[in-house]
């Protein structure tokens, strides 16, 4: 069986849940234990996962699996974002409370699910991997159980979620329905002209999968889920399953209907310009960051589409590279969030930044740093980010996308210019807690060098990128 | 020459801010900031010095260039300067050495992290001058609004968060259709490399739609009227030194832009667009020069005054004469020196005053006689009196004019009386004249730091104005091999369009 060598991640992750989750149970008070196991059982996966990449192609269980450098890649950044959000949420976790042994079986399984959702090259796969990933996610969400907007976000996620798994379960059944298959590969051969009934399958998937992405108009859960979550699993919702639902739909558009992109790419453009000028406008007004996260990340998801609706391989490779600093401009800023501690009580607002300039001139050039890259202002990594999207939509002549992408990055600019604002031109208030523990520190530095530094060699991350080629 | 003499002008304040940095706060410490910020922009100004006296004048090539892959097959890190751009590194190093010896003597606030945000302004905008590509080039440009946003919210005055964010959000909408267009000039041509770029050309069709959005970015950033209106708000609010960086240098990165980019690399178009500009040239210097004749503020009525310099600047270059082109590039020198010093003038009564309203002055010359007869030669030299930098960039330009159009040549000259008639009567109303404000009286003239960075702004004004060769020698050259360039563009494009 050469087809176990290829999953022998997911074989991993799988038999160290189960080992984590009977030593949480039979041991007692180990959620401390549990924590760090994980978190040792994520960097063990990481090197298999790097260490497995050289390996050739493969189309496993018969062309329901994949393995390819699109994969490889992809999975490798969710777990290497998984171990960040680990390192910089452990404190978080012990001060509210949080820090029990489930809390990592969790997290740990929704990952699998996106390992398998990554891979999955047919549509029964994917949305097995879709549902492991959701269920545990609703659980994470809720997970405060004694602050009552925790609990409303779990259950206002769950029932939206639900709802759009239900359409998009519905989609794929007609999409089986018309092309006669669930594989990717044979429903590419069986569709040669799009017909109504494909068309509408088409759609109702892309609706659940702009779902999970937040995009506009499919973000209502987005801003209350991010607000009302701990801080460490917004961090979590921020990154991680952005990451497997656009391979998703990358693999998904890519794959069984690239030939019908005319029937998809009016929708996606359009997904991409309402979620750019939606994210860029609706921030404007709010003064929880996490809220304004949510909201920047509604627009951040727009460009990333952006680059999937041109249909070519530079469009693909541009969203990815987009992912890519995306999520580290989100490790950056979330480790900021975290830094904001005062006797053991975290603060998330914009007016708790005020003045902080001055008695944390370190932090707040870190955050600085990193809004002025959100906002997409050169020479830092998030203004290459889009640049390598307008390159590619540029290429295909979609100017008005690329005239509308840009023109919000200047609305979007205001609402970062406010937080800078509060930190760098009004008042101090009372100091913040200096003492963090040392996976904090070590993560809004890694990731605050690469935003900044990032200039001097764009070459390697292009190389590895250009190597994923979908079409 | 294989010394990496450009890179290391760019890179050398970054690595003094980078140290700068790391200096801890302080009374005592203050001290090994100032001496290392004042160090670090000497040193790049004499370095620049040094690569002017290296720069052969009797080429119009690009030299010191610089080519290293930055991303394979894709973009090139590339700098060079040539007789254009050598003159405005110049003015660069040497306005920021004396922006920091300004920010040393009169800044007490969070002064580590203005020489951070000068030192970092500086980086970028020598980058500007002598970026030979064109994603390099908006890096630096676009980098710029950083620092400046800082500068204007950190430092400014009572409405500076309003300016600020002025500033930064009418920039940035400008550049971001020049952005547009380098990305399309890449898939158009590929290669964003301005000296292939001059060999291969740009197809005519294309030209008009890339030429209007560099202008947009350009336009705000010179400024042109009708998008000048961020400019007398981020020079009232930002500090002095602040505001001294955004009237020498950040205006001429835009002048630069317009003769690099806009004439070079889309002669066609420019050619289609010469009426256009001159219209907007020719209002922005009458309209605003009769709105600083009303102005109240010092620093606005300043303001004021260099859109209509500026307005001057884009009349010249698009004349298309050796003489217009020299005159503009001549006048940017000339106005980043008086305007820099004029702004320094203002700052220093207003740090004694606390006021900058023309009305509460009078008679100050009586009190301070060293400060009214340096301002008297940068009011002067601003009204373009003979003997003075500022005559000879006007007269040079409305030469250029005189020969394409005698009546736009009549009504931009009306713009030299008015200067002349604002900047004298502001002179008049604040030197002379009995005092009328009793605080003034308790005031003291130039401290020695003040009467030495005036007397440095002073000494280039008047000498250059008697004896303007070293300038027009280095640009000469180039300036004429822009202008061939230029005009076997127009004549193919017109036999092309005769044989079609």
């Known amino acids: 069986m050469i087809d176990i060598n290829y999953i022998f991640p997911e074989i991993f992750i799988s038999i160290s849940l189960m080992l984590i989750l009977l030593i949480g149970v039979f041991k007692k008070k180990s959620s401390l234990l549990v924590y760090n196991l994980t978190i040792i059982s994520l960097l063990i996966l990481l090197a298999l996962l790097i260490n497995l990449s050289p390996l050739p192609n493969a189309s496993i269980f018969r062309s329901s699996y994949l393995i390819d450098n699109l994969s490889n890649f992809m999975k490798i950044i969710t777990i290497g974002s998984a171990i960040f959000v680990f390192l910089t949420s452990s404190k978080y976790i012990k001060l509210i409370n949080i820090l029990k042994i489930e809390y990592p079986v969790l997290i740990l399984s929704s990952i699998l699910g996106m390992m398998v959702m990554i891979s999955s090259n047919d549509l029964i796969v994917f949305y097995m991997g879709l549902e492991l990933q959701s269920l545990a996610l609703y659980v994470l969400a809720s997970f405060n159980r004694e602050n009552l907007l925790s609990?409303?976000?779990?259950?206002?996620?769950?029932?939206?979620?639900?709802?759009?798994?239900?359409?998009?379960?519905?989609?794929?059944?007609?999409?089986?329905?018309?092309?006669?298959?669930?594989?990717?590969?044979?429903?590419?051969?069986?569709?040669?002209?799009?017909?109504?009934?494909?068309?509408?399958?088409?759609?109702?998937?892309?609706?659940?999968?702009?779902?999970?992405?937040?995009?506009?108009?499919?973000?209502?859960?987005?801003?209350?889920v991010y607000e009302g979550s701990p801080t460490s699993v917004t961090i979590f919702f921020a990154i991680l399953p952005k990451i497997a639902a656009l391979t998703v739909?990358?693999?998904?558009?890519?794959?069984?209907?690239?030939?019908?992109?005319?029937?998809?790419?009016?929708?996606?453009?359009?997904?991409?310009?309402?979620?750019?000028?939606?994210?860029?406008?609706?921030?404007?007004?709010?003064?929880?960051?996490?809220?304004?996260?949510?909201?920047?990340?509604?627009?951040?998801?727009?460009?990333?589409?952006?680059?999937?609706?041109?249909?070519?391989?530079?469009?693909?490779?541009?969203?990815?590279i987009y992912i890519f600093i995306y999520l580290i401009m989100n490790i950056s800023f979330f480790s900021c969030l975290f830094m904001l501690r005062r006797n053991d009580k975290y603060y998330e607002n914009i007016d708790d930044l005020s003045g902080i300039s001055k008695n944390h001139p370190i932090l707040s050039i870190c955050l600085l740093i990193t809004l002025f890259s959100l906002a997409g202002i050169p020479p830092l990594a998030g203004f290459f980010a889009k640049f390598y999207i307008f390159l590619a939509v540029i290429e295909k002549q979609m100017y008005f996308l690329a005239i509308v992408g840009l023109l919000s990055t200047v609305v979007a600019a205001f609402y970062y210019l406010r937080i800078i604002k509060k930190m760098y031109f009004d008042e101090e208030k009372e100091k913040y807690d200096l003492n963090h523990n040392f996976g904090l520190k070590l993560s809004l530095t890694i990731s605050t060098i690469f935003i900044l530094l990032y200039f001097l060699y764009p070459g390697p991350l292009v190389e590895i990128i250009n190597k994923i080629n979908i079409i | 020459m294989n010394f990496p003499i450009l890179s290391s002008l760019i890179i050398l304040p970054t690595i003094g801010a980078f140290f700068i940095f790391f200096v801890k706060s302080g009374n005592k410490t203050y001290q090994a900031s100032k001496y290392l910020a004042l160090f670090i922009s000497s040193a790049n100004f004499f370095i620049s010095l040094y690569l002017w006296?290296?720069?052969?004048?009797?080429?119009?090539?690009?030299?010191?260039?610089?080519?290293?892959?930055?991303?394979?097959?894709?973009i090139n890190y590339k700098v060079g300067v040539d007789g254009i751009s050598i003159l405005f590194i110049i003015l660069t190093t040497f306005i920021s050495?004396?922006?920091?010896?300004?920010?040393?003597?009169?800044?007490?606030?969070?002064?580590?992290?203005?020489?951070?945000?000068?030192?970092?302004?500086?980086?970028?905008?020598?980058?500007?001058?002598?970026?030979?590509?064109?994603?390099?080039?908006?890096?630096?440009?676009?980098?710029?609004?950083?620092?400046?946003?800082?500068?204007?919210?950190?430092?400014?005055?009572?409405?500076?968060?309003y300016s600020a964010f002025k500033f930064f959000l009418y920039t940035l909408l400008g550049s971001v259709l020049m952005l547009i267009a380098i990305i399309s000039i890449y898939w158009f041509s590929g290669t964003t490399d301005i000296e292939k770029l001059y060999l291969i050309g740009i197809e005519p069709k294309y030209q008009n739609f890339l030429w209007l959005a560099f202008f947009s970015s350009f336009a705000v950033k010179t400024p042109m009227w009708p998008v000048h209106t961020w400019l007398p708000d981020a020079h009232v609010e930002a500090p002095t030194a602040g505001s001294v960086l955004l009237a020498a240098i950040l205006l001429k990165m835009a002048g630069y832009g317009f003769i690099r980019f806009s004439i070079g690399l889309f002669p066609i178009a420019s050619d289609y667009f010469i009426p256009f500009i001159y219209f907007l040239s020719l209002v922005a210097i009458i309209y605003?020069?009769?709105?600083?004749?009303?102005?109240?503020?010092?620093?606005?009525?300043?303001?004021?005054?260099?859109?209509?310099?500026?307005?001057?600047?884009?009349?010249?270059?698009?004349?298309?004469?050796?003489?217009?082109?020299?005159?503009?590039?001549?006048?940017?020198?000339?106005?980043?020196?008086?305007?820099?010093?004029?702004?320094?003038?203002?700052?220093?009564?207003?740090?004694?005053?606390?006021t900058r309203i023309i009305n509460q002055y009078g008679g100050v010359v009586s009190i301070m006689p060293k400060y009214s007869v340096l301002l008297m030669i940068f009011t002067l030299g601003a009204l373009g009196l003979p003997g003075t930098t500022g005559f000879i960039g006007e007269f040079l330009i409305l030469l250029g004019v005189f020969k394409k159009n005698f009546a736009i040549a009549i009504i931009a000259s009306l713009g030299v009386i008015l200067g002349a008639a604002y900047m004298l009567w502001m002179y008049k109303r604040v030197i002379f004249g009995k005092i009328i404000n009793e605080s003034?009286?308790?005031?003291?003239?130039?401290?020695?730091?003040?009467?030495?960075?005036?007397?440095?702004?002073?000494?280039?004004i008047v000498f250059f104005g008697f004896y303007p060769e070293p300038i027009i020698n280095t640009t000469e050259i180039s300036v004429q091999n822009l202008l061939e360039m230029y005009t076997s563009n127009i004549e193919n494009h017109q036999t092309n369009i005769l044989n079609d």
């Open chain 2, 97 to 161: 050495t004396i922006c920091i010896i300004t920010v040393n003597s009169s800044v007490s606030f969070r002064l580590k992290d203005f020489h951070i945000a000068i030192l970092l302004m500086e980086t970028l905008m020598i980058g500007v001058f002598c970026s030979l590509d064109l994603v390099i080039f908006y890096l630096f440009f676009e980098g710029g609004l950083i620092p400046m946003f800082l500068i204007i919210g950190i430092w400014g005055g009572k409405r500076r968060v």
């Open chain 2, 53 to 74: 006296y290296e720069f052969d004048n009797s080429s119009s090539e690009f030299q010191f260039v610089e080519n290293r892959i930055w991303i394979k097959d894709f």
């Open chain 2, 440 to 460: 003034l009286n308790k005031i003291i003239d130039l401290k020695r730091t003040e009467l030495f960075i005036l007397s440095c702004l002073a000494l280039p």
């Open chain 1, 249 to 320: 739909i990358i693999r998904f558009l890519y794959v069984p209907f690239v030939n019908i992109i005319d029937q998809w790419q009016m929708i996606i453009i359009f997904l991409s310009i309402a979620s750019m000028i939606f994210g860029a406008i609706a921030a404007i007004g709010q003064n929880n960051l996490k809220r304004l996260i949510a909201y920047s990340s509604i627009g951040h998801m727009g460009y990333a589409l952006a680059g999937i609706s041109t249909g070519s391989n530079e469009g693909v490779q541009s969203s990815i």
């Open chain 2, 288 to 354: 605003t020069s009769l709105v600083a004749l009303m102005q109240e503020d010092m620093k606005k009525l300043i303001a004021y005054s260099s859109v209509a310099h500026m307005g001057f600047v884009t009349l010249g270059i698009f004349t298309m004469t050796q003489q217009g082109l020299e005159g503009s590039i001549f006048q940017m020198i000339s106005h980043g020196l008086i305007s820099a010093a004029l702004f320094l003038s203002v700052g220093i009564v207003y740090e004694r005053t606390n």
């Open chain 1, 151 to 224: 609990s409303e976000s779990g259950l206002k996620y769950f029932i939206l979620s639900a709802l759009s798994s239900g359409i998009l379960l519905y989609g794929c059944s007609l999409v089986y329905g018309f092309s006669g298959s669930t594989n990717y590969n044979i429903i590419a051969e069986n569709i040669l002209n799009a017909n109504n009934g494909l068309t509408f399958g088409l759609v109702f998937i892309l609706v659940g999968l702009a779902f999970k992405i937040s995009a506009v108009p499919f973000h209502m859960w987005a801003p209350d």
